[in-house]
């Protein structure tokens, strides 16, 4: 499965942006998808997952009820939302796929394709 990230770019504090992911070359829908995201100077975070029917839904909580998460599986493309961002958002996003369940869904090692990443930059 290959992973290919967008949508990234320079916003001000309050603005948003859409990521968006297509994946090609795989079983995408069976696949949980997911946003990491790395701050300079900082480790790799977890930031949303969705499980392949998208019944299941996580978001860390420095995000909840600012991002949202969805899939077009058809499309074999994810989103993510990102409202009311804030300058701590600025950070490479990058998508992932993989075979996770709810207990390893913020771990990065639960996820064998990744993205190569798109920057996020929120001024203040």
């Known amino acids: 499965v290959q992973l290919q990230a967008s949508g990234g770019g320079l916003v001000q504090a309050g603005g948003s942006l859409r990521l968006t992911c297509i994946a090609s070359g795989g079983a995408d829908s069976t696949y949980a998808r997911a946003w990491f995201r790395q701050a300079p100077g900082k480790e790799r975070e977890f930031v949303a997952a969705?499980?392949?029917?998208?019944?299941?839904?996580w978001y860390a909580d420095s995000v909840k009820g600012r991002f949202t998460i969805s899939r077009a599986i058809a499309k074999n493309t994810v989103y993510l939302q990102m409202n009311s961002l804030r300058p701590e958002d600025t950070a490479v996003y990058y998508c992932a796929a993989g075979n996770v369940i709810a207990s390893t869904r913020a771990y990065q090692s639960a996820y064998g394709y990744w993205g190569q990443g798109t920057l996020v930059t929120v001024s203040s």
């Open positions: 969705i499980r392949p029917s998208g019944g299941n839904i």
